[in-house]
């Protein structure tokens, strides 16, 4: 089952409020108090029974005019009803048991994959309980009865995983452990538990290899991706849990690994797996696919270890089919591929008070405002960090311009044999040296990937370097000055050998003249004379050829310095 839209009307800071979720991942931004834990409650509303016995649920899930109704609006003199509208879609097979519950008490028969319900709720300071209406592919129920017992077979289905990384676990729910077991123990009686743990152990393994690798089935084509892994941590006389891990098989990184977020990264794993195994429910009945509402993911989570959580969390939403509806205030966790996924809500304000939720245009090329949002930067100054915050890697080159990205990339191919630049990550254009001025995105970057390696002009260097090693970097480790200590050669273009640029020099004569005047057009001139000579430097020379040499020089650099950092 998928939420397709909700909208929201006189409910709290969700005074008029309309959100489509148009894939299987979304995650909704804002900062605190924009509305997303509202907007948690409307979901809860339609999907929690609130029959008041869990005393740990801290997210109500009943709706009081008197108390709900917004704030700003409780001085006029007609209240307006609270309500609520979410259209879900609901499989034939994914959801089997409440789309043949729905054909089977609405006496119709659907010939589609997939049935369309669009419930609402209105809540108004008459009544304590809300007016129920349903539509089914467009056609209003109007039989109460039936609109009810749709909605409660909804609440009773599984239908709705909430998981609030925010919270601590119940203190119920953990078993407390047998400090001081073994010191009143006998060596007799300690020998033959040993023996009896060792048993229990291969018992356990066993089980846990057969998990295992029922897990990787589940994956399916994710299994080519991910490295399954269940740990059974030190002997506990009362409980034995199993810890479950999903590291990248390219990286060899478990997720046990990444420190105090373990806990809270297993609870949504297992999330995810259980929404499949509700999905394929041996009773018919009960059959249903979950949605799944996370608060936070990122909690506890290094940068690096969100961004590869949050690569995970899409992977698994899109391969499992199971919607993962999730509010965030980290960049990781917000879909690359689908921009029109993510929500941003702020809140309108009007003389300093802060007053409904409204949503931002998050469209086109403005996709990346939560992304700004959330790092405290501005929407026009954050353009060049797109790609590199959101790459799937783990080594990163940062080179000046697309022309540098062309040249290192070159020097990746396999044809350079031994003096090929040995990356195991991607390279990323910067767009010039005013990038470093953002302390606060570098320290990000820097945190965000294991090996970086950052270049730059020689031109440049008196400017750049300081900034650089602020930032705690060193030269010819964390980064290289390129070109040569001669006029004209600073820069990468110093590297080629001269003969390049007499050749373009006498095939674009009126280029070369406009490049070296200060006639206006020379920037155009000076970006069109390095891209023929680039070219003519690729057509001229075969890799291994003498006029690499310069180059091999910088890669030997840099392959020692990332084989350094490996190790380190």
Same mark, same amino acid.
């Not at 031994?418 to 470093?436: H, I, N, P, R």
């Given at each position: 089952?998928?939420?397709?839209?909700?909208?929201?009307?006189?409910?709290?800071?969700?005074?008029?409020?309309?959100?489509?979720?148009?894939?299987?991942?979304?995650?909704?931004?804002?900062?605190?108090?924009?509305?997303?834990?509202?907007?948690?409650?409307?979901?809860?509303?339609?999907?929690?029974?609130?029959?008041?016995?869990?005393?740990?649920?801290?997210?109500?899930?009943?709706?009081?005019?008197?108390?709900?109704?917004?704030?700003?609006?409780?001085?006029?003199?007609?209240?307006?009803?609270?309500?609520?509208?979410?259209?879900?879609?609901?499989? +034939?097979?994914?959801?089997?048991?409440?789309? &043949?519950? @729905?054909?089977? /008490?609405? #006496?119709? =028969?659907? !010939?589609?994959?997939?049935?369309?319900?669009?419930?609402?709720?209105?809540?108004?300071?008459?009544?304590?309980?809300?007016?129920?209406?349903?539509?089914?592919?467009?056609?209003?129920?109007?039989?109460?009865?039936?609109?009810?017992?749709?909605?409660?077979?909804?609440?009773?289905?599984?239908?709705?995983?909430?998981?609030?990384?925010?919270?601590? +676990?119940?203190?119920?729910?953990?078993?407390? &452990?047998? @400090?001081?077991? /073994?010191? #009143?123990? =006998?060596? !007799?009686?300690?020998?033959?538990?040993?023996?009896?743990?060792?048993?229990?152990?291969?018992?356990?393994?066993?089980?846990?290899?057969?998990?295992?690798?029922?897990?990787?089935?589940?994956?399916?084509?994710?299994?080519?991706?991910?490295?399954?892994?269940?740990?059974?941590?030190?002997?506990?006389?009362?409980?034995?849990?199993?810890?479950?891990?999903?590291?990248?098989?390219?990286?060899?990184?478990?997720?046990?690994?990444?420190?105090?977020?373990?806990?809270?990264?297993?609870?949504?794993?297992?999330?995810?797996?259980?929404?499949?195994?509700?999905?394929?429910?041996?009773?018919?009945?009960?059959?249903?696919?979950?949605?799944?509402?996370?608060?936070?993911?990122?909690?506890?989570?290094?940068?690096?270890?969100?961004?590869?959580?949050?690569?995970?969390?899409?992977?698994?939403?899109?391969?499992?089919?199971?919607?993962?509806?999730?509010?965030?205030?980290?960049?990781?966790?917000?879909?690359?591929?689908?921009?029109?996924?993510?929500?941003?809500?702020?809140?309108?304000?009007?003389?300093?008070?802060?007053?409904?939720?409204?949503?931002?245009?998050?469209?086109?090329?403005?996709?990346?405002?939560?992304?700004?949002?959330?790092?405290?930067?501005?929407?026009?100054?954050?353009?060049?960090?797109?790609?590199?915050?959101?790459?799937?890697?783990?080594?990163?080159?940062?080179?000046?311009?697309?022309?540098?990205?062309?040249?290192?990339?070159?020097?990746?191919?396999?044809?350079?044999?031994?003096?090929?630049?040995?990356?195991?990550?991607?390279?990323?254009?910067?767009?010039?040296?005013?990038?470093?001025?953002?302390?606060?995105?570098?320290?990000?970057?820097?945190?965000?990937?294991?090996?970086?390696?950052?270049?730059?002009?020689?031109?440049?260097?008196?400017?750049?370097?300081?900034?650089?090693?602020?930032?705690?970097?060193?030269?010819?480790?964390?980064?290289?000055?390129?070109?040569?200590?001669?006029?004209?050669?600073?820069?990468?273009?110093?590297?080629?050998?001269?003969?390049?640029?007499?050749?373009?020099?006498?095939?674009?004569?009126?280029?070369?003249?406009?490049?070296?005047?200060?006639?206006?057009?020379?920037?155009?001139?000076?970006?069109?004379?390095?891209?023929?000579?680039?070219?003519?430097?690729?057509?001229?020379?075969?890799?291994?050829?003498?006029?690499?040499?310069?180059?091999?020089?910088?890669?030997?650099?840099?392959?020692?310095?990332?084989?350094?950092?490996?190790?380190?």
């Amino acid at each position: 089952m998928r939420i397709e839209h909700i909208s929201v009307k006189n409910y709290r800071t969700l005074a008029d409020c309309s959100i489509i979720f148009p894939d299987y991942y979304s995650a909704i931004s804002g900062k605190n108090n924009a509305g997303k834990s509202n907007l948690l409650k409307v979901m809860r509303a339609f999907f929690v029974e609130d029959d008041g016995y869990d005393p740990f649920d801290t997210e109500a899930t009943s709706v009081s005019h008197k108390s709900d109704y917004p704030l700003w609006k409780r001085q006029d003199e007609v209240r307006l009803p609270i309500e609520f509208s979410m259209r879900v879609r609901v499989h +034939k097979l994914r959801d089997e048991g409440l789309f &043949r519950f @729905v054909q089977t /008490f609405l #006496s119709f =028969t659907c !010939e589609e994959d997939d049935i369309v319900l669009e419930f609402s709720l209105t809540f108004n300071n008459k009544s304590i309980e809300p007016i129920y209406r349903l539509t089914c592919h467009g056609e209003i129920i109007n039989d109460e009865y039936k609109v009810q017992e749709i909605h409660k077979k909804l609440k009773t289905s599984n239908a709705f995983v909430f998981h609030n990384s925010t919270q601590p +676990k119940h203190p119920y729910a953990l078993n407390p &452990r047998a @400090v001081s077991f /073994f010191g #009143s123990l =006998t060596d !007799e009686d300690r020998e033959k538990i040993k023996t009896a743990k060792d048993q229990l152990f291969k018992r356990l393994n066993a089980v846990a290899a057969k998990h295992k690798l029922e897990i990787g089935e589940m994956l399916g084509r994710l299994d080519e991706k991910y490295e399954v892994g269940i740990s059974i941590p030190s002997f506990d006389v009362e409980n034995f849990p199993f810890q479950l891990s999903l590291g990248d098989k390219k990286e060899d990184v478990p997720l046990d690994d990444w420190g105090s977020g373990t806990q809270n990264r297993t609870h949504i794993l297992l999330a995810l797996l259980r929404a499949k195994k509700i999905r394929e429910a041996g009773t018919e009945s009960n059959r249903i696919t979950p949605i799944i509402v996370i608060e936070e993911p990122e909690s506890f989570l290094h940068p690096s270890a969100q961004a590869e959580f949050g690569i995970l969390l899409r992977d698994l939403s899109k391969e499992f089919e199971v919607q993962v509806i999730a509010t965030t205030h980290s960049p990781h966790m917000l879909s690359v591929e689908r921009p029109d996924a993510n929500i941003l809500l702020t809140r309108r304000t009007e003389r300093g008070r802060a007053l409904e939720t409204q949503l931002e245009d998050t469209a086109g090329g403005d996709w990346m405002r939560p992304f700004a949002m959330a790092l405290g930067v501005t929407a026009d100054s954050f353009g060049p960090w797109r790609a590199i915050l959101f790459a799937d890697a783990d080594e990163l080159i940062l080179v000046e311009g697309e022309i540098d990205k062309d040249y290192f990339e070159h020097l990746q191919k396999p044809e350079h044999g031994e003096k090929q630049l040995d990356l195991k990550g991607a390279v990323f254009s910067y767009g010039g040296d005013g990038f470093f001025s953002n302390d606060v995105m570098m320290k990000f970057i820097l945190e965000r990937f294991s090996r970086v390696i950052i270049t730059f002009d020689l031109d440049v260097d008196g400017k750049v370097s300081k900034k650089l090693e602020n930032l705690g970097l060193k030269r010819n480790e964390d980064f290289f000055s390129i070109g040569l200590a001669i006029g004209g050669k600073k820069n990468i273009e110093g590297l080629l050998p001269s003969q390049i640029t007499s050749d373009v020099a006498s095939v674009h004569p009126d280029v070369f003249d406009l490049a070296s005047s200060s006639d206006e057009g020379n920037k155009d001139a000076k970006q069109k004379l390095k891209r023929f000579k680039q070219d003519a430097f690729f057509k001229t020379y075969k890799p291994g050829t003498d006029g690499y040499v310069e180059f091999y020089k910088l890669v030997d650099s840099i392959n020692r310095s990332l084989k350094k950092k490996r190790k380190g």
